[in-house]
């Protein structure tokens, strides 16, 4: 979520500057993918069991987790990557690496200490330390190690920047994200993040170089969008406590706040903000945000609408999050509209073609409309696993079993992990009366563990599974009872 709301805020720099039929026979993409291109079906009896899974095994799906932001089925692989092999030093690193992006510090300076032991020379173990600090507001002793590696270790040499920006000297931080910038051996992530804190100050320099406040504030404005919001919170009360009734310290605030996942808080922020300036968009918009993620559905409704009419500038994420809060709000319709426009602007963004699809499928009843729109997203997205797993949905959709399993396999030969492949190859296995086939599949589904819904729909179907089994049975010995 956070990487698009991001995208969204430059709100600051803004206020110094003045009749087709059902589809059942062959898609057009059956003629790109030739049939021998196909895998060929899986047999789910051969997927290992987690007992047999080796280390390397866990921490490559871990990784897989980490990279599509599941945390904490991520962290439940390191762990047992752990449990193979408690000596190896790269799973607590693992772990600990995805504990500070799950918001939990505390446990990621343990792990990463865990791993010092073994590699007690470590700068990249040591910086880890002092992240978990500077999560924690441990500034102090942060500042301590970051400055004991040396200045040749490019990511540690970033945080002696952070360092610099977090005790106000911004002309020494400056020098040492240039230097950043201008080091080809730099990656292109702390390049990135050096050129924000760049550009702050151009800013603060075209537009407000007498405006100290406001140069503190877009400072640690700055370092909230640059994923340090924890370090930026107590800085941006010190600005709130100088200057009470600052609108755009209390917005930042309460973005920060967003970022670290402290709803009430957030929205406390937020309201100041708003009782101080009604009128400012991005407060409603965040506002509906904070509330849409603290489930208050209709609050979430009534302060995007209002970002709407206020002119809220990133029009294109704005609808986005109406379309999500209609769809939770089972206003379907809209949502689809929303998703329409979406498309219509030349929004690609394979989320957006995604539910709309399932929206027409089930909750609109329209596979027609459904069918239409994954043509599309065949032409933007032919090599994504999700794009093939949408089409078998349809097919499954309008009793095409031989067209469904087909993108299912190809579906499954571009991502192993996906659990929702698995679920509609149990589905396919089922309706074709292969029920120890399907419930292999479901279980496949449980394990994967990251996707809650689909975990709960495979339970349910092996429950139903075995309840038809069981009944089955039952009437089979009652017959041969009576004979």
């Avoid at 969008?225 to 009734?245: C, G, M, R, V, W």
């Avoid at 407060?283 to 979430?300: D, Q, W």
């Amino acid at each position: 979520m956070w990487a698009i709301i991001i995208s969204g805020t430059t709100f600051l720099i803004g206020n110094k500057i003045k009749d087709l039929k059902t589809p059942t026979t062959t898609p057009p993409t059956q003629n790109i993918i030739k049939e021998e291109s196909l895998v060929s079906e899986n047999n789910p009896e051969e997927t290992q069991n987690e007992s047999t899974k080796t280390f390397a095994e866990h921490i490559r799906e871990g990784d897989k987790l980490f990279a599509n932001y599941y945390y904490k089925s991520a962290i439940s692989e390191y762990k047992k990557a752990i449990e193979k092999n408690p000596n190896e030093i790269l799973a607590y690193k693992r772990l600990a690496e995805t504990y500070l992006k799950n918001n939990e510090p505390e446990f990621a300076e343990e792990n990463f200490k865990k791993a010092l032991v073994f590699s007690p020379n470590s700068n990249d173990l040591k910086l880890g330390i002092a992240r978990a600090y500077l999560n924690q507001n441990n500034t102090e002793d942060a500042k301590k190690i970051i400055w004991d590696i040396p200045e040749t270790h490019l990511e540690a040499r970033y945080y002696q920047g952070i360092s610099m920006i977090l005790y106000e000297k911004y002309d020494d931080a400056i020098k040492i994200f240039n230097e950043l910038v201008k080091n080809s051996e730099t990656s292109q992530s702390i390049k990135n993040k050096s050129e924000n804190f760049i550009k702050t100050k151009e800013t603060i320099e075209l537009y407000a170089k007498d405006d100290k406040l406001f140069a503190k504030l877009y400072y640690f404005y700055t370092l909230s969008i640059n994923d340090e919001y924890i370090s930026a919170i107590p800085h941006l009360f010190s600005i709130i406590n100088e200057k009470n009734n600052y609108r755009d310290a209390w917005i930042v605030l309460g973005y920060s706040y967003l970022r670290a996942n402290k709803l009430n808080e957030a929205i406390d922020s937020l309201i100041k903000a708003r009782d101080l300036d009604p009128e400012k968009a991005e407060t409603s918009f965040y506002l509906g945000i904070a509330y849409f993620s603290n489930n208050e559905i209709e609050k979430a409704v009534y302060y995007l609408q209002k970002a709407q009419s206020l002119n809220f500038k990133n029009k294109d994420l704005l609808d986005l999050k109406l379309a999500e809060v209609y769809n939770a709000r089972n206003d379907f319709e809209k949502s689809e509209a929303k998703y329409n426009e979406l498309l219509n602007r030349g929004n690609t963004e394979i989320t957006i073609f995604e539910n709309i699809i399932n929206l027409n499928l089930e909750k609109l009843n329209n596979p027609k409309k459904a069918f239409e729109i994954a043509e599309n997203l065949y032409k933007k997205h032919p090599e994504e696993a999700k794009t093939h797993l949408l089409l078998s949905k349809i097919y499954i959709n309008t009793n095409n079993l031989k067209h469904a399993k087909s993108f299912l396999n190809y579906a499954l030969n571009l991502d192993q992990t996906n659990p929702e492949i698995y679920f509609y190859m149990g589905k396919i296995s089922e309706i074709e009366n292969k029920h120890s086939v399907a419930k292999e599949y479901y279980q496949v589904a449980i394990s994967l563990g990251y996707h809650e819904e689909i975990a709960k729909k495979s339970l349910d179907r092996i429950n139903i599974i075995n309840s038809f089994l069981n009944n089955k049975s039952y009437q089979v010995n009652l017959l041969n009872q009576w004979q």
